[in-house]
């Protein structure tokens, strides 16, 4: 039988209600509704999206426009060979780079997709569930709506559900929603029917894991229908953004291969009409084709980026995807968590109030060093200012002595906690007085206690005191204690239990306007953006049986997550580059702006925006929203992948950190992923493109900082490889249209030229070192060409001269009865070794350090080498059509290939003079 649909959300019904609507009573289902609603719902396990075969993913790679039109002129060049019956050497010759470059490009995107694969592995636990009135342990996929289930210390929760009994129930939902802080749950509560899942303190969520007590609950979805399903299906449907790089170089294979067309279609025809044979005119196209294309990019650009990665993992940032090296260096949007990205996740005491003074708390994370420094406030009524004689340390032991947690020094240094964060930091504000938690509780041994609840919102301790030393704060109204109840919790709470308070004078009567007075001292720490506790002690308390009053105020402890030391100068960076740093929490709003106060990410009255005005808002609102905000809190999954795509719709190129379940949609969407590798689930770095290796948002900036390097090579040796291939394009098209027999380079020689002359050097300029002030720019415009700032106009104006200078040398030894074709061919790549060095930088070479890239120069002497052994050396002679030149010849080449290299040079110095010239005037 079908349960009837719930009239409100679960959350929003009492637990009576909810088994009701499922038609599920205290004994569980039975074993006949069970099978019903397992063949009609499903199991209980997530859906997975079939991602591309590796098949369809080498196949895609043959879509590429310019490897299409390679395996057209290897055909046709077959066909060429095959009619003059020679060996198809350039046919095969191309079909092999085609071959190499489509295996590059499959095995950068042959990795399969895991990441629901990992979400799937959250979902898998046993589970104790009720049926036909018995406890049994079952797999959870076998799990229905209405089963009940049975939850403790230590379980992952394996269904949504609603609770109906709870004893001290506290579940850590970091993985679904960002927050680490465990979660205290109560059965009892009914909300309201908009309450976000973060606030959702009575139901159970699938993937979590309980931390403390026990529950009971009744299954209310399984499988996809789950929060957990819900994220996987927007992992299903989330985009995986291309990345600038690749949507450029897509663009940049279209413009080729267009001209490379019109230009191979306008020389055939004027050929043909200056009476050409069709023949010859077909191999100058062929040419021509093997020409534009540059064939040893994808490699170069392939090694560029692996050498990025290495240099990103140096600084503990680990690239999963190789695109996104560079795409890092086109980022104009940040949105990062804030708990351990932006903060350090230690909790920290930042201030206390004891008497009328407040104490600043100095130091850093857990480490026990730090001052305390004093400020007097403005007494209540009645009230003597001051600090009462030995209040701060009695309410710093107290800290220690209502805890259990414990500071701990790891063997390398570092100072950790042991037990819960925000009792941790209790122990180390003691510890900075001198106060040794181990010694105080060795001392004052703990007799009773009241665990800390939801309901209560306190804990309290019973201590030995028989000296009196620990209460002598208290003066005469504790004589003759020999035990000391100290109790923390909620200001306000603990606030309704005393009557007395411990002022300048020592114990004093608290009156009404006093304790307003504290309240408004908590709420004032708490705008801050602070977690505020109180505390009191009350001597002569007999035990937990009675009532816990007549107590005495000690005081409150304020603390912070506090931002991370070098953060704030990464922000600084990013606004100097032109980023727009974001913070997406799930904390309160309180706590964000204050952080972002704290880095300078925000003005001290900046909007917050809360992921409750994200649901309501529209596309157009949302749009106007991310154009302005800089903070979000209280943010739930779909809503930071709402921001994602917002911020993508006006045009920005957005990196998004994540560490939980929660994230995962948001980086796969995102142009660059970016995943927690410390605090991070698995399913986040499964979805991300890159992992923080130290969790540190300073890290990102400089990655960044690495990933515009990275694209300013990119850049370098596009501008050098392309140059050269238009100047190679003009020489070859020029030649019929001259009047000359033949054509002067044959595919081969072309495919050489691009693979080793123009390669070479290009991997050694990717080795290139920054220039100065590569995080004083603005990053690339979204969707700005390749060509975009002078590469375009670089490329033709360079490739023109460069053929001018050729085609002049061509006709001088075409008519000089020398083999002119070999000249050509030898001049051609020469040159590009001088093209090389002078495409190192837009200054004169004089003005570059000569040895900070030696790898160029490696790469020049090595590959000129080469070139002459094709000169030199039979075999290779023979099967690259050339012949070995004579002194004259070669001084020809060599003559030539100088006057292009000094040309670069002279442009760059006329540049600069007119640049001096204009900033001058």
């Not at 957990?228 to 995986?240: C, D, F, P, S, V």
């Not at 504290?518 to 708490?526: C, G, I, N, V």
């Not at 990119?714 to 098209?733: A, D, H, Q, W």
Request: hydrophobic share 50%; charged share 20%; proline share 5%.
């Amino acid at each position: 039988m079908t349960p009837s649909p719930a009239a409100s959300p679960w959350h929003a019904l009492a637990p009576e209600a909810c088994l009701q609507a499922l038609e599920a009573s205290s004994d569980g289902l039975s074993t006949a509704q069970c099978a019903e609603r397992l063949a009609r719902l499903g199991p209980n396990r997530l859906e997975l999206k079939a991602g591309r075969s590796n098949l369809r993913i080498l196949w895609d790679q043959f879509s590429n426009v310019m490897l299409i039109m390679l395996l057209a002129v290897a055909a046709v060049s077959a066909g060429v060979a095959y009619a003059a019956q020679r060996f198809p050497k350039d046919a095969i010759a191309i079909v092999l780079i085609v071959g190499l470059n489509a295996l590059l490009g499959y095995l950068q995107e042959s990795r399969a997709q895991q990441a629901l694969q990992a979400l799937r592995n959250m979902a898998q636990p046993l589970v104790t569930v009720r049926r036909d009135g018995l406890w049994e342990r079952l797999p959870s996929e076998q799990l229905v709506p209405g089963d009940l289930i049975r939850v403790e210390a230590g379980d992952r929760v394996p269904a949504d559900a609603r609770l109906l009994e709870v004893a001290e129930l506290g579940l850590r939902e970091a993985a679904l929603t960002g927050e680490a802080e465990a979660v205290n749950k109560l059965a009892v509560l009914v909300l309201e029917p908009a309450t976000p899942v973060l606030e959702r303190q009575n139901c159970l969520f699938q993937g979590t894991e309980v931390v403390r007590g026990r529950g009971l609950a009744v299954v209310t979805a399984t499988g996809m229908q789950t929060e957990l399903g819900r994220i996987a299906q927007m992992i299903n449907t989330a985009g995986g953004e291309t990345t600038p790089l690749q949507e450029r170089l897509d663009g940049l294979a279209n413009v080729l291969v267009g001209s490379a067309l019109a230009l191979v279609a306008v020389v055939v025809l004027l050929g043909w009409l200056m009476g050409q044979r069709l023949l010859d005119l077909l191999e100058v196209a062929l040419s021509m084709a093997v020409a534009i294309v540059p064939e040893g990019l994808p490699a170069v650009i392939t090694v560029t980026l692996a050498i990025g990665t290495q240099r990103m993992v140096q600084r503990a940032a680990l690239i999963r995807r190789l695109p996104a090296v560079e795409a890092l260096g086109s980022v104009t949007v940040i949105c990062t968590d804030k708990t351990g990205t932006l903060t350090l996740n230690r909790q920290v005491v930042q201030e206390l109030r004891s008497g009328t003074t407040a104490l600043a708390v100095s130091g850093n994370g857990y480490d026990p060093h730090g001052d305390f420094r004093a400020t007097d406030l403005a007494p209540p009524p009645g009230a003597t200012a001051g600090l009462a004689p030995g209040g701060r340390n009695l309410l710093l032991q107290a800290g220690v002595l209502c805890s259990d947690a414990e500071l701990k020094q790891e063997p390398d240094g570092r100072w950790e906690i042991l037990g819960d964060p925000t009792e941790g930091a209790l122990v180390v504000a003691a510890a900075k007085a001198d106060l040794d938690g181990f010694a105080l509780r060795s001392h004052y041994k703990r007799d009773a206690e009241i665990p800390f609840s939801s309901e209560r919102q306190l804990m309290a301790v019973w201590v030995q005191d028989r000296e009196g030393t620990l209460q002598a704060p208290l003066g005469t109204s504790a004589s003759g204690s020999a035990t000391l109840m100290i109790s923390k919790g909620a200001p306000e709470v603990i606030l309704g239990t005393c009557d007395r308070w411990l002022d300048g004078s020592g114990a004093a009567a608290l009156s009404d306007d006093q304790r307003q007075w504290w309240l408004e001292q908590a709420r004032d720490l708490a705008a801050s953006g602070l977690r505020v506790l109180a505390f009191a002690c009350a001597p002569h308390h007999p035990s937990p049986e009675h009532e816990l009053e007549h107590q005495v105020l000690l005081g409150l402890m304020a603390q912070l997550d506090p931002a991370r030391p070098e953060v704030a100068e990464a922000v600084s960076r990013c606004r100097e580059a032109g980023i727009r740093p974001v913070m997406i929490t799930g904390d309160h709003p309180l706590t964000a702006r204050a952080i972002g106060v704290n880095i300078g990410l925000v003005d001290a009255g900046a909007e917050v925006v809360l992921g409750r005005q994200l649901e309501e808002a529209d596309a157009g609102e949302l749009a106007a929203i991310v154009g302005r905000c800089h903070i979000y809190a209280r943010v739930p999954p779909e809503q930071k992948l709402r921001i994602v795509k917002a911020l993508q719709g006006l045009g920005q190129i957005v990196a998004m950190t994540g560490d939980g379940v929660n994230d995962a949609p948001a980086l796969k969407q995102a142009h660059i992923g970016v995943a927690m590798g410390i605090t991070g689930t698995e399913v986040s770095k499964e979805a991300s493109d890159m992992v923080l290796l130290d969790d540190n948002f300073a890290t990102i900036v400089n990655a960044v900082e690495q990933g515009r390097l990275v694209y300013a090579n990119i850049r370098r040796f596009i501008k050098y490889i392309l140059g050269s291939n238009v100047g190679e394009l003009i020489t070859i098209g020029s030649a019929p249209l001259l009047g000359l027999m033949g054509v002067p380079m044959t595919p081969l020689q072309i495919l050489w030229m691009n693979l080793v002359t123009d390669g070479v050097p290009a991997l050694a300029l990717a080795l290139e070192p920054g220039e100065a002030g590569l995080m004083q720019r603005p990053p690339a415009e979204p969707g700005e060409s390749i060509f975009a700032r002078g590469i375009g106009s670089y490329i033709l104006r360079i490739g023109v001269v460069f053929a001018a200078i050729t085609i002049t040398m061509m006709l001088y030894a075409s008519r000089s009865g020398v083999p002119w074709k070999t000249i050509v061919f030898t001049m051609l790549c020469l040159a590009q070794m001088g093209h090389a060095l002078a495409a190192r930088s837009d200054r004169p070479l004089v003005q570059v350090a000569p040895f900070s890239n030696p790898w160029l120069l490696g790469a020049v002497v090595f590959t000129t080498l080469l070139q002459l052994s094709l000169l030199y050396v039979p075999v290779l002679s023979t099967f690259f059509g050339t012949v070995p030149l004579s002194a004259r010849d070669l001084g020809i080449c060599v003559g030539f290939s100088l006057l292009f290299f000094f040309y670069l040079e002279l442009e760059k110095v006329w540049r600069l003079w007119r640049r001096r010239r204009s900033a001058d005037a």
